[in-house]
């Protein structure tokens, strides 16, 4: 719930920065000069991009859990009894030992949504957030091109 409200906090705090990026970009289109215009212009790029990276993360955020939801209602969800760091993050040595498990499960079943999302929190787990994403994204694809398991 942390990582939510974060998260959110986050997006409005982006949200306002793009709307102050939008009044400029429309006070420098409205000077006479050349340059002025230009540089207002390439100003109104920014709050589109902006806007769409944010929308595009919050769609990838809602579907992954709304995966994890249903694998955890299905009983699905590997059980999380790896040592912590005081931080409280899984001890990274501790969940690569654990990692061979979830990458064979993906191996056997290269087509399972469930294997791959249990293979993005392995990931995660071991510290590795990008092969965490692109496995959780993997996880999203197969649940939205499988008509019997859609979530």
Same mark, same amino acid.
């Given at each position: 719930?942390?990582?939510?409200?974060?998260?959110?906090?986050?997006?409005?705090?982006?949200?306002?920065?793009?709307?102050?990026?939008?009044?400029?970009?429309?006070?420098?289109?409205?000077?006479?000069?050349?340059?002025?215009?230009?540089?207002?212009?390439?100003?109104?790029?920014?709050?589109?991009?902006?806007?769409?990276t944010l929308v595009a993360e919050?769609?990838?955020?809602?579907?992954?859990?709304?995966?994890?939801?249903?694998? %955890? *209602?299905?009983?699905? /969800?590997?059980?999380?009894?790896?040592?912590? &760091? +005081?931080?409280?993050?899984?001890?990274?040595?501790?969940?690569?030992?654990?990692?061979?498990?979830?990458?064979?499960?993906?191996?056997?079943?290269?087509?399972?949504?469930?294997?791959?999302?249990?293979?993005?929190?392995?990931?995660?787990?071991?510290?590795?957030r990008k092969r965490a994403r692109?496995?959780? %994204? *993997?996880?999203?694809? /197969?649940?939205?091109?499988?008509?019997?398991? &859609? +979530?």
């Open positions: 719930m942390k990582a939510r409200t974060a998260a959110l906090i986050m997006a409005a705090l982006l949200v306002i920065y793009l709307v102050f990026v939008v009044n400029y970009a429309l006070v420098l289109i409205s000077v006479d000069e050349p340059v002025a215009k230009a540089m207002g212009i390439a100003l109104i790029v920014l709050p589109i991009v902006g806007g769409w919050i769609v990838f955020v809602l579907r992954g859990e709304r995966l994890l939801k249903r694998l %955890r *209602e299905e009983g699905g /969800l590997p059980v999380d009894d790896l040592p912590r &760091l +005081p931080s409280g993050r899984p001890d990274p040595t501790a969940a690569d030992a654990q990692f061979p498990v979830y990458q064979a499960e993906v191996e056997a079943d290269p087509e399972s949504w469930r294997a791959w999302v249990r293979l993005g929190l392995a990931y995660d787990a071991s510290g590795d692109w496995a959780t %994204r *993997e996880a999203i694809k /197969l649940s939205r091109t499988s008509t019997s398991t &859609l +979530p």
